[in-house]
């Protein structure tokens, strides 16, 4: 059985592929060895050797050497034995090679098998090892093809795909073949016969990375950034502070008449972004949360993360945002439940709890933090 062009094929496979001759050759001699018992019958010892400088491949029927035979396919008789070679003894191991009829067929689809299962496995491994780092990063990536609304990527030079799910797609943008995106790598999925990297477009992690990579200040960890919340395709907040005095962190964010913050909006396509400047003050906090919106007052009760904010009549639309956007976020990025009401509401409710106190005769008013804000602006 010889195949100069077999083992040409495996030169090639391990230079294009980065895969061991080795690694080929020990999983199809295994499998030979199956595929031949299994055309055969024989249920004996059988070793199947490859050999590349010779472009050679061998059978060999294995029996060991006994002085009583119990089981044919896997003893031979010491005198049976010295037949074919006269030093053989009790304990030694006779290996002859046999050549089977009309097995180059068996062989060749053996070997295709084994191959294509090889590459798969080989191509799953790397791809683990290669992005096993690689999550909640950002990768350039090219869209190669579309399926069901499902986006195949290219990514990185190693030419491994990524899949973008409905569920990580923007609302709204749209993805043609061949087109650069950049994405955010969820996960590396091993489903066992394949390797897939989960990619995404929605993640707030996306952002994160993305300002990261353009704004040196937080690469060089002068900046923080404290949080993050998003509705892809509508709008950001990101809240940042900045451990040096001297650095403001929203002017570093936004950069040179906007560069900084512009590249990004433009890479989201146009998505809005409020950068937030973060406080360990949660009353300040929540207030600078609600940016663009100038609030007048924020107040929480002592023990809850329960806050109620107080906004001018005109600025309410603006503080709450379009179908509740703006204080959702809000309330995402500081982690407080967060309750809006304009100024008048307020003060209408306030003098008629007051008044229900003094019908009661109630001297104490209920405990809560309050912090106020009148003389100051949240607008970025």
């Given at each position: 059985?010889?195949?100069?062009?077999?083992?040409?094929?495996?030169?090639?496979?391990?230079?294009?592929?980065?895969?061991?001759?080795?690694?080929?050759?020990?999983?199809?001699?295994?499998?030979l060895v199956i595929a031949y018992k299994r055309n055969s019958g024989v249920t004996g010892g059988i070793e199947v050797k490859l050999n590349p400088?010779?472009?050679?491949?061998?059978?060999?029927?294995?029996?060991?050497?006994?002085?009583?035979?119990?089981?044919?396919?896997?003893?031979?008789?010491?005198?049976?034995?010295?037949?074919?070679?006269?030093?053989?003894?009790?304990?030694?191991?006779?290996?002859?090679?046999?050549?089977?009829?009309?097995?180059?067929?068996?062989?060749?689809?053996?070997?295709?098998?084994?191959?294509?299962?090889?590459?798969?496995?080989?191509?799953?491994?790397?791809?683990?090892?290669?992005?096993?780092?690689?999550?909640?990063?950002?990768?350039?990536?090219?869209?190669?093809?579309?399926?069901?609304?499902?986006?195949?990527?290219?990514?990185?030079?190693?030419?491994?795909?990524?899949?973008?799910?409905?569920?990580?797609?923007?609302?709204?943008?749209?993805?043609?073949?061949?087109?650069?995106?950049?994405?955010?790598?969820?996960?590396?999925?091993?489903?066992?016969?394949?390797?897939?990297?989960?990619?995404?477009?929605?993640?707030?992690?996306?952002?994160?990375?993305?300002?990261?990579?353009?704004?040196?200040?937080?690469?060089?960890?002068?900046?923080?950034?404290?949080?993050?919340?998003?509705?892809?395709?509508?709008?950001?907040?990101?809240?940042?502070?900045?451990?040096?005095?001297?650095?403001?962190?929203?002017?570093?964010?936004?950069?040179?008449?906007?560069?900084?913050?512009?590249?990004?909006?433009?890479?989201?396509?146009?998505?809005?972004?409020?950068?937030?400047?973060?406080?360990?003050?949660?009353?300040?906090?929540?207030?600078?949360?609600?940016?663009?919106?100038?609030?007048?007052?924020?107040?929480?009760?002592?023990?809850?993360?329960?806050?109620?904010?107080?906004?001018?009549?005109?600025?309410?639309?603006?503080?709450?945002?379009?179908?509740?956007?703006?204080?959702?976020?809000?309330?995402?990025?500081?982690?407080?439940?967060?309750?809006?009401?304009?100024?008048?509401?307020?003060?209408?409710?306030?003098?008629?709890?007051?008044?229900?106190?003094?019908?009661?005769?109630?001297?104490?008013?209920?405990?809560?933090?309050?912090?106020?804000?009148?003389?100051?602006?949240?607008?970025?």
């Amino acid at each position: 059985m010889v195949n100069k062009d077999f083992f040409l094929a495996l030169e090639d496979l391990e230079s294009e592929k980065g895969i061991s001759q080795d690694v080929f050759i020990e999983a199809l001699e295994n499998a030979l060895v199956i595929a031949y018992k299994r055309n055969s019958g024989v249920t004996g010892g059988i070793e199947v050797k490859l050999n590349p400088e010779k472009a050679k491949i061998q059978i060999f029927s294995v029996r060991n050497v006994v002085e009583e035979v119990t089981d044919k396919d896997k003893e031979i008789s010491v005198e049976e034995a010295q037949l074919i070679k006269k030093s053989y003894k009790a304990g030694d191991v006779v290996s002859e090679e046999i050549f089977p009829k009309d097995f180059g067929r068996i062989a060749a689809q053996t070997a295709k098998q084994v191959i294509l299962q090889k590459l798969r496995e080989t191509e799953r491994d790397n791809t683990l090892t290669q992005f096993s780092d690689k999550e909640n990063e950002i990768m350039n990536c090219i869209v190669r093809r579309i399926e069901d609304k499902t986006v195949f990527v290219e990514i990185g030079k190693g030419e491994i795909e990524g899949v973008l799910l409905p569920s990580d797609q923007v609302p709204g943008e749209k993805y043609e073949v061949n087109q650069k995106l950049k994405v955010y790598v969820k996960r590396v999925r091993n489903n066992g016969r394949n390797a897939q990297v989960i990619v995404s477009r929605t993640a707030a992690g996306l952002v994160q990375r993305l300002f990261e990579n353009e704004v040196p200040e937080i690469r060089q960890g002068v900046v923080e950034i404290k949080a993050v919340s998003r509705e892809a395709g509508h709008r950001t907040k990101i809240a940042i502070c900045s451990h040096d005095a001297n650095v403001d962190p929203v002017g570093a964010c936004v950069g040179n008449k906007g560069s900084r913050v512009n590249a990004i909006v433009q890479e989201l396509n146009g998505e809005k972004i409020d950068i937030v400047v973060w406080s360990e003050d949660p009353l300040e906090y929540i207030a600078n949360s609600l940016s663009p919106a100038k609030v007048i007052k924020v107040s929480a009760i002592e023990g809850e993360k329960v806050a109620t904010v107080v906004v001018p009549d005109d600025k309410l639309s603006l503080a709450i945002g379009r179908d509740g956007q703006n204080a959702r976020l809000a309330a995402r990025l500081t982690g407080w439940k967060i309750d809006v009401k304009s100024e008048s509401k307020a003060m209408a409710e306030m003098e008629a709890e007051l008044a229900e106190l003094r019908a009661k005769g109630e001297a104490e008013e209920p405990t809560f933090e309050e912090e106020d804000f009148s003389a100051e602006t949240t607008e970025e």
